[in-house]
Every structure is written in C-alpha cells, then in structure tokens.
C-alpha cells in the first residue's frame, strides 16, 4: 500500500496535466465564441492554475522527497476546488462559486508551506 501511495504525486499530477491540456483545447476551440471575455478568463486562470500544479505535482513524484503525501494531497485538493469552480463559474455556474475558488487557493498555498517545512525538516534531520 506504501508504494501505491507514493506513487500519488505523479498520478495525480499526469491526471491533471491531461485534463488541463484538453480544457485548455477545449476553451481555445469550443467555447472562444460561446463566452464572454470574463468568463474565458475564469477559464484561463484555471487552465494556467491546473497545469502549473500538475506539472509541479509530477515533479514532486518524480523527486521521491520523504513526507511528501501531505503536500501533494493539499496541492491536488487546492488545484481541483480553485480549478474546478472557475471552470464551473466560466459555464454558467452560479457565481457563489466564486466565494470557494479561495478555498482551493488557501489548500494550494498550504501545500506549499506543507512541503517547505517538511524539506526544512529533512535537511535538519540529515544534518
């Protein structure tokens, strides 16, 4: 089960880079003409938002850290909540959408302290 899980990272950031990549499409080429300049920027932001996480995510697989679930389940959770609600306002979704998107983004910018001060920890560790 240990190997399954340290495997999250990677799976989840290929996952999301997959979907960020046909949302991207998706928004370039299905939605240009159906959406208001606002809306596409929600969309947009998303997009950006998603790939960078999920490229970061793969990165994080990839390095093996120690302790790094914690993080990577805060990034993923961030990513999908901030990322999904601009992708669900940008398609009419109600606006109070908008009032979670900074949830997603507090759970994104957790995970990064989350991992900072478990490299900080490691480091000392190994000192």
Not at 15 to 21: D, P, S, T, Y
Not at 34 to 43: E, H, K, M
Not at 66 to 86: D, E, M, N, Q
């Given at each position: ?21 046909a949302f991207g499409a998706f928004g370039a080429h299905g939605l240009r003409s ?10 947009q932001t998303a997009v950006e938002y998603q790939m960078w996480h999920a490229i970061s995510l793969i990165a ?68």
């Open positions: 089960m240990h190997n399954d899980l340290s495997r999250f990272p990677l799976i989840a950031g290929s996952l999301l880079a997959a979907l960020g990549v159906l959406l208001d300049a606002n809306a596409l920027g929600w969309w994080l697989g990839a390095a093996r850290l120690p302790r790094s679930l914690l993080p990577a389940l805060l990034l993923t959770a961030g990513t999908v909540i901030f990322a999904g609600t601009l992708y669900l306002m940008a398609l009419g979704g109600p606006r109070w959408l908008g009032a979670v998107t900074p949830i997603g983004g507090s759970l994104m910018i957790l995970g990064w302290v989350v991992l900072a001060w478990q490299a900080l920890r490691t480091g000392k560790q190994r000192s």
